[in-house]
T-cell receptor
Framework: AQTVTQSQPEMSVQEAETVTLSCTYDTSESNYYLFWYKQPPSRQMILVIRQEAYKQQNATENRFSVNFQKAAKSFSLKISDSQLGDTAMYFCAFMKLGSGTYKYIFGTGTRLKVLA | ETGVTQSPTHLIKTRGQQVTLRCSSQSGHNTVSWYQQALGQGPQFIFQYYREEENGRGNFPPRFSGLQFPNYSSELNVNALELDDSALYLC?????????????FGPGTRLTVL
């Protein structure tokens, strides 16, 4: 069975600075996706960034980038130039490929607060 | 493009009652998943429907059941409600081809069981 662990329940960062959220996972699968989702207060969960396990290159999306270490089963999210709108719960998620079921395994989340 | 919608927004039930939650998938999506998110926790996979058939199930008892309709909208039914069923219920839709695994989430239904 797969597990996803987010060891930082809460973090804070000053506006315009950089913060890194940690995620580790456990799986025996070789084909999978990893995701970071953002859940703002009282708003819908939205995709921040996605990483395919077969790709060695780390994914980037504007101010968001990941450090994907497949051997270490680590998938951290770096947010550069933090903005007040980045305040949210961030969830790391794992999805196995090839099973026919698009099932996410989520971590417990990291609550990020961006301070003005 | 219309996003994923869910109804109702909030719901209060008493223990032992039954509840039906509804979800309208994003246009063009034929797969819907349901998740339970307890307070302070990550979402837990309940089950998934693809073309009106259950296509995978998490570790939830049979009193959690679902339906998917020809227009790809979906229902989650929970019978014999228990206090621990109090949670945010999220619906997520996706394409089975393309989309690279991305799921689009609705705003959720907050269920409180008293």
């Amino acid at each position: 069975a797969q597990t996803v662990t987010q060891s930082q329940p809460e973090m804070s960062v000053q506006e315009a600075e950089t913060v890194t959220l940690s995620c580790t996972y456990d799986t025996s699968e070789s084909n999978y996706y990893l995701f970071w989702y953002k859940q703002p207060p009282s708003r819908q969960m939205i995709l921040v960034i996605r990483q395919e396990a077969y790709k060695q290159q780390n994914a980037t999306e504007n101010r968001f980038s990941v450090n994907f270490q497949k051997a270490a089963k680590s998938f951290s999210l770096k947010i550069s130039d933090s903005q007040l709108g980045d305040t949210a719960m961030y969830f790391c998620a794992f999805m196995k490929l090839g099973s026919g079921t698009y099932k996410y395994i989520f971590g417990t989340g990291t609550r990020l607060k961006v301070l003005a | 493009e219309t996003g994923v919608t869910q109804s109702p927004t909030h719901l209060i039930k008493t223990r032992g009652q039954q509840v039906t939650l509804r979800c309208s998938s994003q246009s063009g999506h034929n797969t819907v998943s349901w998740y339970q998110q307890a307070l302070g926790q990550g979402p837990q996979f309940i089950f998934q429907y693809y073309r009106e058939e259950e296509n995978g199930r998490g570790n939830f008892p049979p009193r959690f059941s679902g339906l998917q309709f020809p227009n790809y909208s979906s229902e989650l039914n929970v019978n014999a409600l228990e206090l621990d069923d109090s949670a945010l219920y999220l619906c997520a839709s996706s394409k089975t081809s393309g989309g690279a695994g991305e799921q689009f989430f609705g705003p959720g239904t907050r269920l409180t069981v008293l």
